[in-house]
Protein backbone atom coordinates (compact mmCIF):
# COMPACT_ATOMS: atom_id res chain seq x y z
CA UNK A 1 0.00 0.00 0.00
CA UNK A 2 0.94 3.66 -0.27
CA UNK A 3 1.14 5.94 3.00
CA UNK A 4 -1.69 7.98 4.17
CA UNK A 5 -0.73 10.89 1.49
CA UNK A 6 0.32 9.01 -1.44
CA UNK A 7 -2.35 9.77 -4.44
CA UNK A 8 -4.16 11.56 -2.96
CA UNK A 9 -6.42 14.77 -5.24
CA UNK A 10 -3.85 17.88 -5.11
CA UNK A 11 -0.17 15.86 -4.09
CA UNK A 12 2.22 14.61 -5.47
CA UNK A 13 1.44 10.12 -6.56
CA UNK A 14 5.36 9.70 -7.39
CA UNK A 15 6.86 8.70 -3.89
CA UNK A 16 5.53 6.85 -0.74
CA UNK A 17 5.92 3.98 0.63
CA UNK A 18 4.47 0.86 -1.09
CA UNK A 19 4.24 -3.14 0.85
CA UNK A 20 1.60 -5.46 -1.37
CA UNK A 21 3.24 -6.63 -4.75
CA UNK A 22 0.85 -6.75 -7.79
CA UNK A 23 -0.19 -10.44 -7.19
CA UNK A 24 -1.47 -9.52 -3.92
CA UNK A 25 1.58 -11.22 -1.60
CA UNK A 26 2.72 -8.80 1.34
CA UNK A 27 6.09 -7.78 1.22
CA UNK A 28 7.78 -4.98 4.04
CA UNK A 29 7.07 -1.84 3.13
CA UNK A 30 9.82 0.11 1.31
CA UNK A 31 10.16 3.60 0.37
CA UNK A 32 8.70 4.23 -3.39
CA UNK A 33 9.39 6.90 -6.14
CA UNK A 34 8.44 6.72 -9.15
CA UNK A 35 10.62 8.52 -12.13
CA UNK A 36 7.48 9.27 -13.58
CA UNK A 37 4.04 9.42 -12.46
CA UNK A 38 1.81 6.79 -13.27
CA UNK A 39 -1.41 8.30 -13.57
CA UNK A 40 -3.18 5.92 -15.92
CA UNK A 41 -2.33 3.25 -13.27
CA UNK A 42 -4.72 4.41 -10.77
CA UNK A 43 -7.40 2.44 -9.32
CA UNK A 44 -10.68 4.69 -9.40
CA UNK A 45 -12.31 4.15 -6.23
CA UNK A 46 -9.10 3.97 -3.66
CA UNK A 47 -7.41 6.63 -5.71
CA UNK A 48 -4.07 4.87 -5.53
CA UNK A 49 -2.04 2.29 -7.93
CA UNK A 50 -3.58 -0.76 -7.89
CA UNK A 51 -2.92 -3.77 -6.11
CA UNK A 52 -3.97 -7.10 -7.29
CA UNK A 53 -5.27 -5.70 -10.18
CA UNK A 54 -8.74 -7.21 -11.68
CA UNK A 55 -11.14 -6.05 -14.26
CA UNK A 56 -14.70 -6.58 -14.40
CA UNK A 57 -16.01 -8.46 -17.43
CA UNK A 58 -19.29 -7.06 -17.37
CA UNK A 59 -18.22 -3.27 -17.52
CA UNK A 60 -14.50 -3.37 -18.38
CA UNK A 61 -13.25 -1.20 -15.65
CA UNK A 62 -10.17 -2.17 -13.43
CA UNK A 63 -10.16 -1.86 -9.95
CA UNK A 64 -7.79 -2.72 -7.21
CA UNK A 65 -9.51 -6.56 -6.23
CA UNK A 66 -9.74 -5.19 -2.47
CA UNK A 67 -11.71 -2.13 -3.29
CA UNK A 68 -14.46 -3.82 -5.89
CA UNK A 69 -14.94 -7.13 -3.31
CA UNK A 70 -15.39 -4.56 -0.63
CA UNK A 71 -17.87 -2.44 -2.90
CA UNK A 72 -20.43 -5.28 -4.09
CA UNK A 73 -19.90 -6.49 -0.31
CA UNK A 74 -21.79 -3.40 0.27
CA UNK A 75 -24.11 -3.59 -3.01
CA UNK A 76 -22.60 -0.68 -4.56
CA UNK A 77 -22.43 -0.42 -8.50
CA UNK A 78 -19.44 0.24 -10.89
CA UNK A 79 -18.60 4.16 -9.91
CA UNK A 80 -17.52 4.68 -13.41
CA UNK A 81 -20.88 3.69 -15.36
CA UNK A 82 -22.87 2.21 -12.84
CA UNK A 83 -23.50 -0.97 -13.55
CA UNK A 84 -23.88 -3.73 -11.01
CA UNK A 85 -21.09 -6.11 -10.22
CA UNK A 86 -20.63 -9.68 -9.64
CA UNK A 87 -17.25 -10.89 -7.43
CA UNK A 88 -17.82 -13.92 -10.06
CA UNK A 89 -16.72 -11.95 -12.97
CA UNK A 90 -13.71 -10.54 -11.91
CA UNK A 91 -10.65 -11.27 -13.94
CA UNK A 92 -6.47 -10.61 -13.02
CA UNK A 93 -5.73 -7.91 -15.55
CA UNK A 94 -2.39 -9.44 -16.25
CA UNK A 95 -1.64 -6.53 -18.74
CA UNK A 96 -2.21 -3.73 -16.24
CA UNK A 97 0.46 -6.20 -14.09
CA UNK A 98 2.95 -6.09 -16.77
CA UNK A 99 2.53 -2.17 -16.86
CA UNK A 100 3.73 -1.73 -13.31
CA UNK A 101 6.00 -4.00 -13.71
CA UNK A 102 8.00 -1.75 -16.55
CA UNK A 103 7.27 0.87 -14.33
CA UNK A 104 10.63 2.87 -13.72
CA UNK A 105 11.78 3.74 -9.96
CA UNK A 106 14.52 5.00 -8.00
CA UNK A 107 16.47 2.33 -5.91
CA UNK A 108 14.70 2.67 -2.28
CA UNK A 109 18.42 3.01 -0.64
CA UNK A 110 19.04 6.36 -2.62
CA UNK A 111 15.71 8.09 -1.27
CA UNK A 112 15.34 10.14 1.94
CA UNK A 113 12.24 12.01 3.79
CA UNK A 114 12.17 15.05 5.58
CA UNK A 115 8.49 14.72 6.11
CA UNK A 116 8.39 11.66 8.31
CA UNK A 117 7.96 8.78 5.20
CA UNK A 118 5.07 10.92 3.42
CA UNK A 119 6.99 12.05 0.62
CA UNK A 120 10.58 11.28 -0.71
CA UNK A 121 13.57 12.59 -2.32
CA UNK A 122 17.01 11.48 -3.76
CA UNK A 123 19.75 11.43 -1.31
CA UNK A 124 22.89 12.51 -2.85
CA UNK A 125 24.76 10.42 -0.64
CA UNK A 126 22.61 7.26 -1.77
CA UNK A 127 22.31 4.95 -4.62
CA UNK A 128 21.49 6.32 -7.82
CA UNK A 129 19.91 3.53 -9.74
CA UNK A 130 17.22 3.40 -12.03
CA UNK A 131 15.36 0.06 -11.93
CA UNK A 132 12.24 -1.81 -12.86
CA UNK A 133 9.51 -1.76 -10.30
CA UNK A 134 9.12 -5.64 -11.17
CA UNK A 135 13.17 -6.62 -10.21
CA UNK A 136 13.38 -4.39 -7.38
CA UNK A 137 13.84 -7.00 -4.70
CA UNK A 138 16.99 -8.16 -7.60
CA UNK A 139 18.79 -5.03 -7.36
CA UNK A 140 18.04 -3.78 -3.79
CA UNK A 141 18.67 -7.56 -2.11
CA UNK A 142 22.39 -6.64 -3.45
CA UNK A 143 22.53 -2.90 -3.23
CA UNK A 144 25.62 -1.79 -1.89
CA UNK A 145 24.25 1.63 -0.45
CA UNK A 146 21.65 -0.22 1.99
CA UNK A 147 21.72 0.48 5.52
CA UNK A 148 23.26 -2.40 7.65
CA UNK A 149 24.39 -2.52 11.66
CA UNK A 150 27.83 -3.54 12.26
CA UNK A 151 28.27 -7.57 13.29
CA UNK A 152 29.84 -6.78 16.63
CA UNK A 153 28.98 -3.37 18.20
CA UNK A 154 24.95 -3.21 16.20
CA UNK A 155 23.64 0.09 17.28
CA UNK A 156 26.40 1.38 19.68
CA UNK A 157 28.41 1.79 16.06
CA UNK A 158 25.52 3.77 14.30
CA UNK A 159 24.07 3.33 10.70
CA UNK A 160 26.31 2.32 7.55
CA UNK A 161 25.97 1.71 3.99
CA UNK A 162 27.04 -1.77 2.84
CA UNK A 163 29.94 -0.43 1.08
CA UNK A 164 31.61 1.05 4.62
CA UNK A 165 31.35 -1.96 6.57
CA UNK A 166 34.57 -3.73 5.33
CA UNK A 167 36.20 -0.55 6.35
CA UNK A 168 34.67 -0.27 9.53
CA UNK A 169 35.47 -3.66 10.76
CA UNK A 170 38.78 -3.13 10.78
CA UNK A 171 39.02 -0.58 12.74
CA UNK A 172 35.94 -1.21 15.34
CA UNK A 173 37.17 -1.41 19.15
CA UNK A 174 34.06 -3.41 19.46
CA UNK A 175 35.69 -6.36 18.77
CA UNK A 176 35.33 -9.20 21.73
CA UNK A 177 38.25 -11.68 22.56
CA UNK A 178 37.46 -15.42 21.10
CA UNK A 179 37.81 -16.60 24.91
CA UNK A 180 34.12 -14.88 25.91
CA UNK A 181 32.30 -17.71 26.42
CA UNK A 182 35.38 -18.71 28.82
CA UNK A 183 34.98 -15.52 31.14
CA UNK A 184 37.03 -13.11 28.84
CA UNK A 185 35.81 -9.45 29.15
CA UNK A 186 38.50 -8.30 26.64
CA UNK A 187 37.35 -6.18 23.40
CA UNK A 188 39.38 -3.72 21.54
CA UNK A 189 40.12 -3.64 17.26
CA UNK A 190 41.15 -6.57 15.71
CA UNK A 191 44.46 -6.13 15.99
CA UNK A 192 44.50 -5.31 19.47
CA UNK A 193 42.84 -8.75 20.07
CA UNK A 194 44.98 -10.78 18.10
CA UNK A 195 48.18 -9.32 20.48
CA UNK A 196 46.00 -9.80 23.59
CA UNK A 197 44.80 -13.89 22.34
CA UNK A 198 48.67 -14.67 22.48
CA UNK A 199 48.19 -13.82 26.47
CA UNK A 200 45.02 -14.15 27.48
CA UNK A 201 44.60 -16.06 31.07
CA UNK A 202 41.86 -18.17 29.58
CA UNK A 203 43.68 -19.25 26.83
CA UNK A 204 46.08 -21.84 29.51
CA UNK A 205 43.78 -24.60 31.08
CA UNK A 206 45.63 -24.38 34.51
CA UNK A 207 45.05 -21.13 34.76
CA UNK A 208 41.34 -21.56 33.07
CA UNK A 209 40.22 -23.80 36.48
CA UNK A 210 42.47 -21.75 39.23
CA UNK A 211 39.85 -18.92 37.85
CA UNK A 212 36.88 -21.11 37.85
CA UNK A 213 37.49 -22.33 41.63
CA UNK A 214 37.65 -18.66 42.92
CA UNK A 215 34.51 -17.81 40.80
CA UNK A 216 32.94 -21.14 41.98
CA UNK A 217 33.87 -20.29 46.12
CA UNK A 218 32.57 -17.22 45.47
CA UNK A 219 29.23 -18.13 44.27
CA UNK A 220 29.04 -21.06 47.08
CA UNK A 221 29.39 -17.80 49.53
CA UNK A 222 26.86 -16.28 47.97
CA UNK A 223 24.43 -18.81 48.08
CA UNK A 224 25.31 -19.47 52.09
CA UNK A 225 23.96 -15.76 52.05
CA UNK A 226 20.93 -16.75 50.20
CA UNK A 227 19.84 -19.64 51.89
CA UNK A 228 20.43 -17.68 55.47
CA UNK A 229 18.11 -14.86 53.91
CA UNK A 230 15.45 -17.39 52.52
CA UNK A 231 15.36 -18.97 56.13
CA UNK A 232 14.56 -15.57 57.46
CA UNK A 233 12.09 -15.07 54.59
CA UNK A 234 9.97 -18.18 55.68
CA UNK A 235 9.86 -17.60 59.66
CA UNK A 236 8.53 -14.20 58.41
CA UNK A 237 5.84 -15.90 55.59
CA UNK A 238 4.70 -18.02 58.69
CA UNK A 239 4.34 -15.26 61.15
CA UNK A 240 2.32 -13.56 58.75
CA UNK A 241 -0.03 -16.76 57.94
CA UNK A 242 -0.43 -16.80 61.94
CA UNK A 243 -1.60 -12.84 62.16
CA UNK A 244 -3.66 -13.45 58.58
CA UNK A 245 -5.30 -16.05 60.73
CA UNK A 246 -5.77 -14.42 63.26
CA UNK A 247 -7.08 -10.88 60.98
CA UNK A 248 -9.49 -13.01 59.22
CA UNK A 249 -11.27 -14.03 62.75
CA UNK A 250 -11.71 -10.76 63.57
CA UNK A 251 -13.02 -9.52 60.13
CA UNK A 252 -15.68 -12.68 60.30
CA UNK A 253 -16.97 -11.59 64.01
CA UNK A 254 -16.78 -8.14 62.49
CA UNK A 255 -18.96 -9.11 60.33
CA UNK A 256 -21.72 -10.24 62.21
CA UNK A 257 -21.71 -7.35 64.47
CA UNK A 258 -22.56 -5.04 61.05
CA UNK A 259 -24.76 -7.10 59.78
CA UNK A 260 -26.72 -7.11 63.11
CA UNK A 261 -26.24 -3.49 63.05
CA UNK A 262 -27.65 -2.99 59.12
CA UNK A 263 -30.64 -5.53 60.71
CA UNK A 264 -31.69 -3.07 63.35
CA UNK A 265 -30.60 0.12 61.24
CA UNK A 266 -33.13 -0.96 58.45
CA UNK A 267 -36.04 -1.77 61.54
CA UNK A 268 -35.31 1.82 62.71
CA UNK A 269 -35.57 3.47 59.06
CA UNK A 270 -38.87 1.67 58.42
CA UNK A 271 -40.23 2.83 62.03
CA UNK A 272 -38.47 6.58 61.30
CA UNK A 273 -39.96 6.49 57.77
CA UNK A 274 -43.80 5.89 59.28
CA UNK A 275 -43.24 8.58 61.81
CA UNK A 276 -42.32 11.05 58.90
CA UNK A 277 -45.12 9.93 57.11
CA UNK A 278 -47.31 10.82 59.65
CA UNK A 279 -46.14 13.83 60.51
CA UNK A 280 -46.09 15.01 57.02
CA UNK A 281 -49.92 14.07 56.42
CA UNK A 282 -50.82 15.74 59.96
CA UNK A 283 -48.44 19.13 58.76
CA UNK A 284 -50.59 18.74 55.59
CA UNK A 285 -54.14 18.93 57.06
CA UNK A 286 -53.19 21.61 59.55
CA UNK A 287 -52.41 23.93 56.47
CA UNK A 288 -55.76 22.59 55.23
CA UNK A 289 -57.82 24.15 58.15
CA UNK A 290 -56.11 27.79 57.24
CA UNK A 291 -57.34 27.66 53.15
CA UNK A 292 -61.44 28.46 54.15
CA UNK A 293 -61.77 28.80 50.38
CA UNK A 294 -61.31 26.26 47.64
CA UNK A 295 -59.80 26.51 45.05
CA UNK A 296 -61.34 27.24 41.44
CA UNK A 297 -62.25 25.05 38.65
CA UNK A 298 -59.54 26.69 36.21
CA UNK A 299 -57.13 26.81 39.16
CA UNK A 300 -57.17 22.89 39.80
CA UNK A 301 -57.06 22.07 36.28
CA UNK A 302 -53.50 24.56 35.90
CA UNK A 303 -51.94 22.64 38.85
CA UNK A 304 -53.34 19.00 37.08
CA UNK A 305 -52.40 19.98 34.06
CA UNK A 306 -48.39 18.64 33.48
CA UNK A 307 -49.82 14.46 33.38
CA UNK A 308 -46.07 13.69 34.65
CA UNK A 309 -46.36 15.37 37.87
CA UNK A 310 -50.61 16.01 38.68
CA UNK A 311 -50.52 16.84 42.22
CA UNK A 312 -54.61 18.27 42.13
CA UNK A 313 -55.62 14.61 42.45
CA UNK A 314 -53.77 14.30 46.62
CA UNK A 315 -56.80 14.38 48.75
CA UNK A 316 -55.68 16.54 51.34
CA UNK A 317 -53.34 19.23 48.92
CA UNK A 318 -56.23 19.92 46.58
CA UNK A 319 -57.29 22.16 49.18
CA UNK A 320 -54.49 24.19 49.29
CA UNK A 321 -52.05 25.37 46.38
CA UNK A 322 -49.27 23.66 45.16
CA UNK A 323 -46.19 23.85 47.24
CA UNK A 324 -43.57 26.49 46.39
CA UNK A 325 -39.90 25.76 46.28
CA UNK A 326 -38.76 28.74 48.05
CA UNK A 327 -35.17 29.81 49.77
CA UNK A 328 -33.83 28.91 52.23
CA UNK A 329 -34.31 25.77 52.35
CA UNK A 330 -32.41 22.00 53.01
CA UNK A 331 -33.61 18.52 51.21
CA UNK A 332 -33.08 15.76 53.10
CA UNK A 333 -33.69 12.02 52.64
CA UNK A 334 -36.61 10.77 54.66
CA UNK A 335 -36.63 7.16 53.26
CA UNK A 336 -35.86 4.55 50.10
CA UNK A 337 -38.16 1.98 48.83
CA UNK A 338 -36.92 -1.30 47.75
CA UNK A 339 -38.12 -4.41 45.92
CA UNK A 340 -36.61 -3.98 42.25
CA UNK A 341 -34.20 -7.09 41.74
CA UNK A 342 -32.27 -4.65 38.60
CA UNK A 343 -31.22 -1.58 37.97
CA UNK A 344 -33.97 1.25 38.58
CA UNK A 345 -34.59 2.95 34.81
CA UNK A 346 -37.54 5.46 34.88
CA UNK A 347 -39.66 6.89 37.59
CA UNK A 348 -43.22 8.75 37.27
CA UNK A 349 -45.65 10.69 39.56
CA UNK A 350 -49.29 10.43 39.30
CA UNK A 351 -51.25 12.26 42.18
CA UNK A 352 -49.93 10.49 45.32
CA UNK A 353 -48.77 7.29 43.41
CA UNK A 354 -44.87 6.60 42.17
CA UNK A 355 -44.62 4.38 39.27
CA UNK A 356 -40.84 2.27 38.62
CA UNK A 357 -39.68 0.86 35.77
CA UNK A 358 -36.64 -1.37 36.11
CA UNK A 359 -34.11 -3.59 34.05
CA UNK A 360 -36.29 -6.58 35.91
CA UNK A 361 -38.37 -5.90 33.67
CA UNK A 362 -41.24 -4.74 36.18
CA UNK A 363 -43.06 -2.01 37.14
CA UNK A 364 -44.02 -1.01 40.65
CA UNK A 365 -46.41 0.87 41.88
CA UNK A 366 -45.99 2.68 45.51
CA UNK A 367 -47.74 4.73 47.82
CA UNK A 368 -46.17 8.75 48.06
CA UNK A 369 -48.99 9.57 50.62
CA UNK A 370 -48.10 6.58 53.29
CA UNK A 371 -44.97 5.80 53.03
CA UNK A 372 -44.94 3.10 55.35
CA UNK A 373 -47.71 1.13 52.55
CA UNK A 374 -44.55 1.32 50.37
CA UNK A 375 -45.39 -1.21 47.26
CA UNK A 376 -48.83 -1.83 46.19
CA UNK A 377 -48.29 -3.51 43.30
CA UNK A 378 -45.99 -5.14 40.96
CA UNK A 379 -46.36 -6.28 37.48
CA UNK A 380 -44.11 -8.31 35.33
CA UNK A 381 -44.48 -5.73 32.37
CA UNK A 382 -41.59 -6.33 29.89
CA UNK A 383 -39.43 -9.44 28.59
CA UNK A 384 -36.18 -7.60 29.25
CA UNK A 385 -35.23 -3.87 30.97
CA UNK A 386 -37.74 -1.86 31.27
CA UNK A 387 -36.39 1.81 29.99
CA UNK A 388 -39.21 4.35 30.12
CA UNK A 389 -42.06 5.74 32.09
CA UNK A 390 -44.58 8.51 30.84
CA UNK A 391 -48.22 9.28 32.45
CA UNK A 392 -50.58 11.37 30.09
CA UNK A 393 -54.84 10.90 29.76
CA UNK A 394 -55.03 9.09 33.01
CA UNK A 395 -52.90 6.42 31.35
CA UNK A 396 -49.27 4.55 32.17
CA UNK A 397 -47.06 4.09 28.99
CA UNK A 398 -43.99 2.14 29.12
CA UNK A 399 -41.42 1.10 26.88
CA UNK A 400 -38.50 -1.72 27.40
CA UNK A 401 -35.59 -3.28 25.64
CA UNK A 402 -37.75 -5.74 24.27
CA UNK A 403 -38.68 -3.47 21.30
CA UNK A 404 -42.02 -3.15 22.77
CA UNK A 405 -44.46 -0.05 23.89
CA UNK A 406 -47.65 -0.74 26.20
CA UNK A 407 -49.94 1.16 27.84
CA UNK A 408 -51.64 0.13 31.69
CA UNK A 409 -54.30 1.48 33.68
CA UNK A 410 -53.31 3.32 36.48
CA UNK A 411 -54.89 2.16 39.42
CA UNK A 412 -55.01 -1.29 38.66
CA UNK A 413 -52.02 -1.90 36.01
CA UNK A 414 -53.81 -3.92 34.16
CA UNK A 415 -52.46 -4.05 30.24
CA UNK A 416 -54.40 -1.99 28.22
CA UNK A 417 -52.83 -2.13 24.86
CA UNK A 418 -49.23 -3.16 23.72
CA UNK A 419 -47.32 -2.44 20.27
CA UNK A 420 -44.98 -5.18 19.94
CA UNK A 421 -41.58 -3.59 17.53
CA UNK A 422 -42.11 -0.44 17.76
CA UNK A 423 -38.70 0.82 17.06
CA UNK A 424 -35.91 -1.59 15.54
CA UNK A 425 -34.04 -0.85 18.33
CA UNK A 426 -34.60 -0.08 21.85
CA UNK A 427 -36.68 3.12 23.54
CA UNK A 428 -34.44 5.60 24.99
CA UNK A 429 -36.55 7.88 25.54
CA UNK A 430 -40.58 8.79 26.02
CA UNK A 431 -42.90 12.16 26.47
CA UNK A 432 -46.33 12.05 26.39
CA UNK A 433 -49.91 14.80 26.58
CA UNK A 434 -53.34 14.10 26.40
CA UNK A 435 -53.40 13.26 23.04
CA UNK A 436 -49.65 11.88 21.42
CA UNK A 437 -47.26 9.97 22.57
CA UNK A 438 -43.45 10.37 21.29
CA UNK A 439 -40.83 7.57 21.32
CA UNK A 440 -37.11 8.10 20.31
CA UNK A 441 -34.25 5.34 19.19
CA UNK A 442 -31.79 5.38 17.06
CA UNK A 443 -31.85 7.81 14.67
CA UNK A 444 -36.09 8.10 15.00
CA UNK A 445 -38.82 9.78 16.71
CA UNK A 446 -42.24 8.32 16.30
CA UNK A 447 -45.56 10.08 17.58
CA UNK A 448 -48.48 7.49 18.14
CA UNK A 449 -52.16 8.01 19.58
CA UNK A 450 -52.50 7.74 23.14
CA UNK A 451 -55.62 5.80 22.53
CA UNK A 452 -54.74 3.14 20.10
CA UNK A 453 -51.33 3.45 19.97
CA UNK A 454 -51.24 3.74 16.50
CA UNK A 455 -48.38 5.40 14.40
CA UNK A 456 -49.09 9.06 13.36
CA UNK A 457 -46.15 10.04 12.27
CA UNK A 458 -42.20 9.17 12.56
CA UNK A 459 -39.34 12.00 12.14
CA UNK A 460 -36.17 9.88 10.71
CA UNK A 461 -32.12 10.43 9.94
CA UNK A 462 -31.82 12.57 13.29
CA UNK A 463 -27.87 12.28 12.45
CA UNK A 464 -27.63 8.93 12.82
CA UNK A 465 -27.06 8.73 16.69
CA UNK A 466 -29.19 8.08 19.70
CA UNK A 467 -32.30 10.54 20.69
CA UNK A 468 -31.68 10.22 24.36
CA UNK A 469 -33.78 12.83 25.10
CA UNK A 470 -37.56 14.39 24.41
CA UNK A 471 -39.10 17.24 26.29
CA UNK A 472 -41.83 19.45 26.06
CA UNK A 473 -41.93 23.14 26.84
CA UNK A 474 -44.29 24.82 29.30
CA UNK A 475 -47.43 24.83 26.83
CA UNK A 476 -46.83 22.00 25.06
CA UNK A 477 -46.62 23.91 21.44
CA UNK A 478 -42.89 22.51 20.76
CA UNK A 479 -41.30 19.03 21.35
CA UNK A 480 -37.06 19.44 22.09
CA UNK A 481 -35.00 16.61 21.50
CA UNK A 482 -31.03 15.77 22.24
CA UNK A 483 -28.93 13.83 20.20
CA UNK A 484 -25.28 13.78 19.35
CA UNK A 485 -23.77 17.15 18.98
CA UNK A 486 -27.49 18.62 18.36
CA UNK A 487 -30.83 20.05 19.34
CA UNK A 488 -33.41 19.77 17.47
CA UNK A 489 -36.88 21.71 18.01
CA UNK A 490 -39.92 20.59 16.65
CA UNK A 491 -43.72 21.12 16.40
CA UNK A 492 -45.15 19.13 19.12
CA UNK A 493 -48.70 19.16 16.73
CA UNK A 494 -50.01 19.20 13.03
CA UNK A 495 -47.16 18.45 10.77
CA UNK A 496 -44.73 18.35 13.33
CA UNK A 497 -42.19 20.00 11.54
CA UNK A 498 -38.67 21.14 12.01
CA UNK A 499 -38.14 24.84 13.70
CA UNK A 500 -34.75 24.59 14.73
CA UNK A 501 -31.61 22.71 14.30
CA UNK A 502 -29.05 23.70 17.03
CA UNK A 503 -25.27 22.67 16.40
CA UNK A 504 -23.50 21.56 19.84
CA UNK A 505 -19.92 20.65 21.03
CA UNK A 506 -20.39 18.89 24.39
CA UNK A 507 -20.75 15.53 22.94
CA UNK A 508 -23.89 13.41 23.55
CA UNK A 509 -27.04 14.63 25.25
CA UNK A 510 -28.92 12.66 27.70
CA UNK A 511 -30.93 14.03 29.71
CA UNK A 512 -32.95 17.94 28.94
CA UNK A 513 -35.32 19.79 30.72
CA UNK A 514 -37.09 23.53 29.55
CA UNK A 515 -37.58 26.08 31.91
CA UNK A 516 -39.59 29.76 30.72
CA UNK A 517 -35.90 31.08 29.60
CA UNK A 518 -33.74 28.67 29.07
CA UNK A 519 -33.03 24.85 27.37
CA UNK A 520 -31.29 22.80 29.73
CA UNK A 521 -29.16 19.61 28.40
CA UNK A 522 -27.37 17.36 30.30
CA UNK A 523 -23.97 16.21 28.36
CA UNK A 524 -21.79 13.40 28.43
CA UNK A 525 -18.55 15.62 28.70
CA UNK A 526 -20.03 16.28 32.33
CA UNK A 527 -21.09 19.44 32.36
CA UNK A 528 -24.39 20.87 31.96
CA UNK A 529 -25.35 23.42 29.35
CA UNK A 530 -27.81 25.76 29.47
CA UNK A 531 -29.12 27.94 26.12
CA UNK A 532 -31.26 31.04 25.77
CA UNK A 533 -35.03 29.63 24.61
CA UNK A 534 -35.32 32.27 22.39
CA UNK A 535 -32.26 33.17 20.58
CA UNK A 536 -30.94 29.40 21.11
CA UNK A 537 -27.48 30.89 21.85
CA UNK A 538 -25.24 29.51 24.31
CA UNK A 539 -25.35 31.15 28.13
CA UNK A 540 -23.29 29.27 30.13
CA UNK A 541 -21.99 26.05 31.63
CA UNK A 542 -22.63 24.38 35.20
CA UNK A 543 -20.12 21.90 36.41
CA UNK A 544 -20.07 19.79 39.50
CA UNK A 545 -20.63 16.99 38.66
CA UNK A 546 -17.34 13.81 37.51
CA UNK A 547 -20.23 11.94 35.69
CA UNK A 548 -22.03 12.26 32.67
CA UNK A 549 -25.90 13.89 33.70
CA UNK A 550 -28.20 11.51 32.90
CA UNK A 551 -31.72 12.69 34.29
CA UNK A 552 -32.44 16.89 34.64
CA UNK A 553 -35.68 18.47 36.60
CA UNK A 554 -37.00 21.60 37.14
CA UNK A 555 -39.60 23.65 38.79
CA UNK A 556 -39.85 27.58 38.65
CA UNK A 557 -42.81 29.58 40.56
CA UNK A 558 -42.38 33.49 41.19
CA UNK A 559 -39.69 32.83 43.86
CA UNK A 560 -37.45 31.20 42.17
CA UNK A 561 -36.23 28.75 39.40
CA UNK A 562 -34.70 25.28 40.75
CA UNK A 563 -32.97 22.35 38.96
CA UNK A 564 -32.28 18.79 40.30
CA UNK A 565 -29.29 17.02 38.34
CA UNK A 566 -28.89 13.23 38.54
CA UNK A 567 -25.77 11.63 37.26
CA UNK A 568 -23.62 8.63 36.97
CA UNK A 569 -21.68 10.04 39.71
CA UNK A 570 -24.30 8.92 41.97
CA UNK A 571 -24.92 11.91 43.41
CA UNK A 572 -28.04 14.94 43.04
CA UNK A 573 -27.17 17.94 42.94
CA UNK A 574 -29.37 20.86 43.75
CA UNK A 575 -29.46 24.17 41.65
CA UNK A 576 -30.68 27.66 41.63
CA UNK A 577 -31.05 29.05 38.22
CA UNK A 578 -31.60 32.77 39.21
CA UNK A 579 -28.04 32.77 39.71
CA UNK A 580 -26.27 29.96 38.10
CA UNK A 581 -25.23 28.41 41.59
CA UNK A 582 -25.45 24.75 43.25
CA UNK A 583 -26.96 24.75 46.51
CA UNK A 584 -26.50 21.35 47.99
CA UNK A 585 -25.71 18.07 46.80
CA UNK A 586 -27.62 14.80 47.61
CA UNK A 587 -25.13 11.65 48.35
CA UNK A 588 -27.63 8.75 49.21
CA UNK A 589 -27.07 6.36 45.89
CA UNK A 590 -23.91 3.52 46.07
CA UNK A 591 -24.33 3.74 42.00
CA UNK A 592 -25.45 5.80 39.33
CA UNK A 593 -28.75 7.73 39.58
CA UNK A 594 -30.84 7.10 36.29
CA UNK A 595 -34.56 8.35 36.91
CA UNK A 596 -35.99 11.26 39.32
CA UNK A 597 -39.66 12.44 39.46
CA UNK A 598 -40.83 15.53 41.45
CA UNK A 599 -43.93 16.13 43.40
CA UNK A 600 -44.84 18.65 45.79
CA UNK A 601 -42.28 18.63 48.22
CA UNK A 602 -41.26 15.82 47.39
CA UNK A 603 -38.17 14.36 45.38
CA UNK A 604 -37.41 10.95 44.23
CA UNK A 605 -34.48 8.97 42.77
CA UNK A 606 -34.25 5.95 41.06
CA UNK A 607 -30.02 4.15 40.78
CA UNK A 608 -28.63 0.87 39.38
CA UNK A 609 -28.04 0.23 43.19
CA UNK A 610 -32.23 -0.83 42.84
CA UNK A 611 -33.42 1.68 45.18
CA UNK A 612 -35.50 4.56 45.35
CA UNK A 613 -34.55 7.08 47.71
CA UNK A 614 -37.26 9.59 49.28
CA UNK A 615 -36.28 13.14 50.00
Excluded at 145 to 151: D, E, R
Excluded at 447 to 458: A, G, R, Y
Excluded at 563 to 568: A, D, E, I, N, V
Aim: with cysteine; charged share 25%.
Amino acid sequence: RFDEGWGRSGESSSSGEFNASITGITMPAKPTKFVEEPQALICPVCKKIFREPVISIKCGHTFCRICIEEMIRNGLTCPMDEQECDSGQLVLNRAVIGQIDDLQIYCSHGLVSNDGGRTYEQDPLGCKEVIRFGRREEHESKCQFAKVQCPVGGEQCGPMRQHQLEKHMAACTRVPCPFIDFGCFFRGTSGEVAEHKAGCPYRDESQLLAITMRELKTVRSSNEELQLSLAKALKSVEKLSVERATMAQQLEQQALTITSLTSRMDKLETELEGFKSIRIRQSRHENTTRYKRPPSTNDAKRWSSDSMSSIASLPVEAHRGPFVWQMPFTVKCIGTFRGHKGSIWSLAVYADRLYSSSSDGSIKLWDIADLRRGCLKTVPAHRDCAMCLAVGRGILYSAGTDLSLRSWHLDTLEEIGIVQNAHDGMVSAMVCSKELVFTSSFGIIKVWDTITLKEVHKIDGLSQSWVRALIYDKRRVRLYSGSYNKIHVWKACDDFALVHELETQYGAIYSMAVSKKYIITGTHNQNIQLYDITTLKHVCSLSGHIGIVTVLRVTESAHGVYMFSGSSDTTVQVWNLENMLPIQALQRHEKPVNAMALCQDSVFTGSEDMEIKVF
